[in-house]
């Protein structure tokens, strides 16, 4: 037979009567039991088994019925009461004086929905603009010479991006809340802002072509300041430098020569010791890049040889974007009655919209 409590040879022995048989048999059958042998005590250090004993099993499948039925009858009790308050208390509702009933509505879903997925989209990319422009004003420093950026904020990119994002970010915002939570008001607010909007472009196109030579004039002058203001604003002149390398492949307004309004490029800054005096910007030459790395020294001189150096670009941008215009009319008059098309639906969309808005108040006002 085991013995659970296990005795050094130094300690006493003692007499194992009747009753401590009793307990160590107890002990050999739950490990965790303590015997106490004529006031000598012992413990039994045996682990005790994983697996439960086979009296608890019962109890515990009874405590698993008893959890399953009673979330079955909470489930029985909300269905129940569901139907009790869907054919009982609503249908009661139905038949009080005032209670207005929306279905079927006069609001057509799909005009709602369009308005709101086609001016969200503009929403977002307004707002992109704006932050870009923002981030890009607070990049140049602009507290230090706000006064001179607002004088010629026309000449700033980050201004014209932070005016378009914010235009397109409001019209967007009044065009998508409006549709979503059905406002006549911003409804109303977005069909006048598109349709001013669209006011603009067509008396800018009419001006274009009724005034083009106060227009090329008002154009030229433009461009002699960007010129002029190339080195104090780094998104202007990153501008100036796509135009004229990139895009149109040009040099100057009507030639190379107009840089002489430039204060760094101008012939007289030579007596200055300027390295740039009587050259150009890198952007006018026909290679500026070989083996991409940006050669901003290939400009310089470059008008001090008569011809003009062959390595830059001889006619002026304000040619060559007649031109550009010239060979790509069809696809710029598409794009404009492609806009123009856009803003003239989505104010047909919102009155259409606002004016099913209006049927349905007055169907819930006279229904009953």
């Known amino acids: 037979m085991e013995i659970c409590s296990e005795q050094s040879k130094s300690s006493p022995t003692f007499d194992i009567d009747q009753s401590s048989k009793e307990y160590d048999l107890r002990c050999a059958e739950a490990p965790a039991m303590r015997v106490d042998v004529h006031k000598g005590r012992s413990e039994c250090d045996v682990k005790t088994p994983t697996t439960l004993p086979t009296q608890q099993k019962p ?61 969200v989209v503009f929403w977002l990319i307004g707002l992109t603009i704006l932050l870009v422009g923002l981030w890009a004003q607070i990049e140049k420093n602009p507290f230090s010479q706000l006064g001179t950026r607002l004088s010629k904020f026309y000449l700033d990119p980050a201004w014209l991006l932070i005016i378009v994002g914010g235009v397109t970010f409001i019209i967007g915002f009044t065009g998508c809340i409006g549709a979503l939570r059905e406002n006549t008001c911003l409804l109303a607010c977005y069909a006048v802002l598109v349709g001013n909007l669209l006011l603009i472009e067509l008396a800018i196109g009419i001006l274009g072509f009724v005034f083009k030579d106060w227009v090329k004039e008002q154009l030229e002058t433009q461009l002699d300041d960007m010129i002029i203001y190339y080195r104090d604003d780094p ?99 598409s794009v404009a009655v492609g806009v123009a098309t856009l803003e003239i639906l989505g104010i047909c969309f919102a009155q259409n919209l606002r004016s099913d808005v209006f049927a349905q108040r007055a169907r819930w006002r006279y229904s009953h």
């Open 59 to 119: 109890l515990l499948l009874f405590f698993c019925y008893c959890c399953a039925f009673l979330a079955q009858c909470c489930y029985l009790f909300y269905f129940k009461f569901y139907l009790f308050f869907y054919f009982v208390v609503k249908k009661t509702m139905h038949q009080l004086p005032g209670f207005r009933r929306r279905d079927p509505s006069e609001i057509s879903c799909f005009v709602k929905y369009m308005v709101f997925s086609f001016n």
């Open 235 to 333: 998104d202007l002149q990153s501008v100036i430098d796509w135009i004229q390398m990139d895009w149109l492949r040009c040099c100057g307004i009507h030639g190379p020569n107009d840089w002489d309004l430039n204060i760094y490029f101008n012939s007289s800054s030579e007596a200055l010791g300027s390295p740039e005096a009587g050259g150009v910007p890198f952007s006018c030459c026909k290679t500026a890049s070989l083996n991409g790395l940006v050669n901003y020294y290939c400009g310089h001189g470059a008008r001090k040889m008569s011809p003009f150096s062959e390595s830059i670009f001889q006619s002026g941008c304000l040619i060559q974007v007649q031109e550009w215009f010239s060979r790509n009319l069809a696809v710029v008059g």
